[in-house]
């Protein structure tokens, strides 16, 4: 494993072993400013991500089924795994600076057209396409954080520091989605609101991309190139690059396959989620049914993601990741069961907090093995398999979950179809573990 780079101005030295807290860990500028940029951007994603999906699926002047609603899923997620092997190379290869500012910048053009698509009743593949885009070109500006991060944070703390980045991050991106339920309220929730509301996601992108100018070039990597000259070559050799330091590295291939179980079981609970809100619950007590409801849903999944940044820390380093992670699957699976036997929306609130905060402690494991055990020279790449373990297998499971479903989203075989994912996961994940021992 390469050296870890020499901390820039503001970070800690190692010539001070002790542990960094977070409080001292934001007193780093170039860390604090890359947190700057990940949230701009989070937020942004989010707001864009919830006023696409209240267009298509809580929009009265547009009807859809689950078909509808997993396509609109794959078109968001999809281009982060088609992108994922040309941003892996690419970030070995570009000054990563210079992609987190004009990534964002041309991401605010995109988002432009796809508001324009939405407010002129654009439908079906025109829509798609510019949502396709800006999902592909937030792809490079979230690999450019991951691959970024140990250039502003030394190794030995790339838990803590991660663990506040994409715990915090996630949050943001459900306030952004909750700011987008706001914003819909306020613009009203047809063609032209829903255009105004998607408008509102360069916001992020604009500021991201200043905050991005702050960094001095090439403070944040690569810190050396052993790609050929060719930029092709370079790019199409990026995955299968990524796929072969994965598998020579345990401890990061049975992260995936955790983290894959995981993505797979959420898909499935994530689409019929969607449309049991849009047709088979109604209001109880406190609990709203429709977009509301999901906005609710959100807030208490952000809720699990915000007990994971106190949880995942200290079990791992009481239990260690390998443990840490059995225990996140166990809990998701008896949460799943739990699910699919009372199906009702009180049972789906509980759920969105607890898969909320058992899928994050298992993505907070895997970040830190890929980040701390992957060489820096071949980060980008490995990031890019991550990508197609977390987004392909989710879009997956939510179209093989569309095909099955009945239209109001009442399928507890399907949930407890999801629980048994969790299992293989746990399976596959010590079985790849045990090869680290042999």
């Not at 944070?153 to 803590?160: D, P, S, T």
Request: glycine content about 10%; aromatic content about 8%.
């Amino acid at each position: 494993m390469s050296e870890p780079p020499e901390p820039i101005a503001g970070t800690a030295s190692a010539d001070h072993p002790e542990r960094l807290g977070i409080a001292r860990m934001l007193r780093a500028p170039g860390y604090r400013r890359l947190l700057a940029v990940r949230f701009a951007t989070q937020w942004g994603d989010g707001l864009f991500q919830a006023a696409l999906g209240g267009a298509v699926l809580f929009n009265p002047e547009r009807q859809a089924d689950p078909l509808a609603v997993a396509t609109g899923l794959a078109v968001l997620l999809l281009p982060y795994s088609v992108i994922g092997p040309f941003a892996g190379a690419l970030l070995d290869r570009w000054d990563r600076r210079r992609v987190l500012v004009f990534a964002n910048l041309l991401r605010a053009v995109l988002i432009v057209v796809v508001a324009a698509s939405v407010f002129t009743g654009l439908a079906g593949a025109p829509l798609y396409v510019g949502a396709l885009a800006v999902a592909g070109v937030s792809r490079f500006v979230l690999s450019g954080f991951s691959v970024s991060l140990p250039h502003v944070v030394e190794r030995r703390h790339l838990v803590e520091g991660n663990v506040l980045a994409v715990t915090i991050g996630s949050a943001v991106s459900a306030l952004g989605a909750a700011s987008a339920i706001g914003f819909r309220a306020l613009f009203g929730s047809g063609d032209a609101g829903s255009a105004q509301t998607t408008l509102v996601a360069i916001v992020g992108s604009l500021l991201a991309a200043a905050l991005a100018m702050g960094f001095r070039r090439g403070s944040l990597g690569p810190d050396k190139v052993d790609e050929p000259a060719e930029a092709v070559t370079a790019v199409l050799r990026g995955f299968a690059d990524g796929a072969r330091a994965t598998a020579a590295t345990p401890s990061i291939s049975a992260s995936f396959a955790a983290l894959g179980s995981h993505r797979l079981a959420f898909g499935i609970c994530t689409l019929l989620t969607l449309l049991l809100y849009r047709y088979a619950f109604t209001d109880q007590g406190p609990l709203r049914a429709g977009l509301p409801g999901i906005g609710e849903a959100v807030v208490l999944a952000a809720a699990g993601l915000g007990v994971a940044a106190l949880v995942a820390p200290w079990l791992v380093r009481r239990w260690g990741r390998a443990w840490t992670v059995r225990a996140a699957l166990v809990a998701a699976t008896v949460m799943q069961l739990t699910l699919a036997a009372l199906l009702s929306l009180w049972a789906v609130v509980v759920a969105a907090f607890v898969l909320g905060l058992t899928g994050q402690t298992v993505k907070l494991c895997t970040d830190a093995a890929v980040q701390s055990e992957a060489d820096d020279e071949v980060l980008g790449r490995v990031f890019a398999l991550y990508d197609v373990v977390f987004n392909v297998g989710y879009v997956i499971a939510v179209a093989a979950a569309a095909f099955l479903a009945p239209p109001d989203g009442r399928a507890p075989w399907l949930l407890a179809a999801a629980a048994a994912l969790y299992v293989v996961g746990l399976l596959v994940h010590d079985q790849q573990l045990r090869r680290r021992r042999a």
